[in-house]
């Protein structure tokens, strides 16, 4: 093949692939005031909680408050509910309700053994509960269900120890604690050093079903990092 050719090929390769990333952006953008209750399906994000809280130190702890101090203190917080997020086959709606209707303070304590911080659950609502069309009570009603509808492996469970893992390895090991769990219906996200979530595709009835293609199309590292589920 002559040099020209090679150059060709090299372009026509490149074009593909800024084409593929253009799609994949325009996928994830979010669609603000959307009429609450119309979306296709729930993305229910796991987060791993010791990787928030080491970018968070080396950040100095910027933002930190009394969210965080609970996230990030002595408790052991391993997976925790990030959120459950209405999406579209393309994109996702967001703040369908402005300003968004309040929650009661007791309703946001309930919630902390899953989403161990009260700005966490109120930011939660108000960008993605709102377009549920749920009332908030029934919204959260629907996140501990679709958190009790998957079990942690039982690796992760309590991780003493930090460990390096591939995302396939975590997606295997979701899939051996969970046999109805279809393979194509989870996906792991990281940042360039760690593991930052495992999500997770529902029905709206919270039935398991396969993510569109550009959700699974999420962390890209061969290896990443687990941090020790040892709080803070």
């Not at 253009?22 to 909680?49: H, K, M, N, T």
């Not at 930090?162 to 940042?191: G, H, K």
């Not at 593991?195 to 550009?214: G, H, N, Q, T, Y």
């Amino acid at each position: 093949m002559s040099a020209d050719a090679v150059l060709r090929a090299l372009r026509a390769v490149l074009f593909v692939l800024l084409v593929a990333a253009a799609v994949d952006a325009a996928c994830a953008q979010p669609q603000a005031g959307s009429e609450p209750g119309r979306f296709d399906f729930y993305l229910l994000a796991l987060s791993w909680s010791p990787s928030y809280c080491a970018s968070l130190r080396e950040r100095g702890g910027e933002g930190a408050g009394r969210a965080e101090t609970m996230q990030c203190g002595a408790r052991p917080f391993g997976f925790v509910v990030h959120g459950l997020w209405p999406q579209f086959e393309r994109g996702f709606p967001l703040n369908c309700q402005q300003p968004a209707p309040r929650i009661p303070r007791s309703l946001v304590d309930s919630m902390l053994d899953l989403m161990p911080s009260p700005r966490l659950v109120f930011v939660e609502w108000d960008r993605h509960g709102t377009c549920s069309g749920l009332e908030p009570t029934a919204y959260f009603e629907a996140v501990r269900k679709a958190r009790a509808a998957v079990q942690i492996p039982p690796a992760y469970a309590r991780l003493a120890e930090p460990v390096t893992v591939s995302p396939d390895e975590v997606i295997e090991a979701f899939l051996q604690a969970n046999p109805s769990l279809p393979r194509d219906a989870v996906t792991v996200t990281c940042d360039r050093s760690r593991l930052s979530e495992v999500r997770i595709c529902m029905r709206k009835d919270l039935s398991f079903r396969a993510c569109p293609e550009s959700v699974r199309r999420a962390c890209r590292q061969e290896k990443v990092a687990m941090p020790a589920a040892r709080g803070g």
